[in-house]
């Protein structure tokens, strides 16, 4: 059994709390100061950086300091708190931040224009937003056209009326410019809030009163809230302000990035714990502004399937199907442990198969079949497929070799800890570790869906190679 550095929950807090920006400028990293925000550019895209917090506004995934440096610097998370417990003497932690010399830029709404009719020709005309819905958030000062660039200005404003956030959108119909003022509070994004139980999620203030332009009928009834590419914080922060919210409805964008968010939203609002219900409505184009464009007769961007979704659910049917009719070995566990420690070695020279994993998944989902046989209980095969596609994490699944195997290890550790307890569980004691086992079998689809993905990859890289050689002697003989 491979050995397991332990941290206090001290040092993993300390950790977790360093100051991102000083740890990346030790590193010779450049970042662009963006308000109270800092901007890095990773390999992948633009990270958004503020204090232990990061946010990848493409991929649509964030977290604290040890997640960004098990992304980016590709470790493991005992790996990520020692590396980051190594320059406390260096790396200021966030808290600590606050009372530096640098002075946060104070929030300013942009200067308004005198009219507004560059913004209301293309919410109106370009956008095909309903004059009434638009009406209502110029009413209340939610909503304007600013005077130096003619951007439509979404003003968040807090509990008292105080505008805490502006998102920007350009209204030149070949700009795609938009952007959050500088100082924002993210807490406040653009929103408003009803009576009723629902909040409505949203990537963008146009996808917002699309919605709302469709849904008419009610709509001041309920909550919505339009993220404005940050982090989900306005929802946890609208909840937490709004006790008579109990229903999360999540309508992020109908695109890989979208999807993600939308399981990230209900990840966040799980852990906030309390009898919150999460529901999804995606649109049925690419977002809901191409729903109100298709109305109009043009043709709109069409949808698209999250990928990794996509494959998992095939490989879990694939996996039950292989392994339904088969018999689980006398010790599965000491099987399970045999085959990670191969991949472990191979994963060094970057050699594993998709072949190696999806077989480690089978015999972990023997495991998961014997154990519902000692409960005397059983599953049809349609019922594993969802429980199995229920426990994939896309939001989850943007790591390396490193992370996916470290993260197949502390689950098989801790299986292999429950066990050698020889405790008699209770029911639900059984049925936790039966999840436990399950989840385990998807992380090795995980690995095994990863290792298909990279061999395509070199595949293509190959391919692309040798046509680029070719080329070369073509030239060269011409």
Known sequence: MSSYTHFTEEEKEQAR????????????????????????????GKVTIRGNLWFHQYEREGGDAIGFVQRYGNLTFPEAVSCLLSEQGIVITAQQRVAEQEEKKSFALPKANSDMRRMYAYLLKGRFLDREIV?????????????????AVFVGRDEQGVPRHAHKRGTYSESGFKGNVDGSSPEYSFHYIGTGNKLYVFEAPIDMLSYLSIHKEGWQENSYVALCSVAPQAVV??????????????????????????????????????NHTVKKKSPPYKDWNESLKAGHGIPPIPAEEHPGLVRMKEMCRELVEDYAEERCSRYPLEELQDRYDKLKQQAKFKKISPEQSYEMAGVAFLFVQKQLAAMEKEYTKEQYISVLFSLYPPHHDNCGYTSRLAQMGERLQELQRIYNKNKILPESGQGKIIQETMSFVVDCLRLSMFSENQCQDQQVHGVSQERRESACLVLQQS
């Open 135 to 151: 009406n209502s958030f110029v009413k209340e000062k939610q909503l304007y056209e600013d005077a130096e660039y003619h951007n």
């Open 237 to 274: 922060y609208l909840l937490k302000n709004n006790p008579h919210i109990d229903t999360i409805v999540t309508c992020l964008d109908h695109d890989k990035a979208g999807i993600e968010g939308n399981y990230r939203v209900a990840e966040m609002v799980r852990q906030m714990g309390g």
């Open 17 to 44: 709390n360093t100051d991102l920006v000083s740890f990346l400028r030790h590193r010779g990293e450049t970042l662009k100061r963006s308000g109270s925000e800092y901007e890095w550019k990773s390999d992948s």
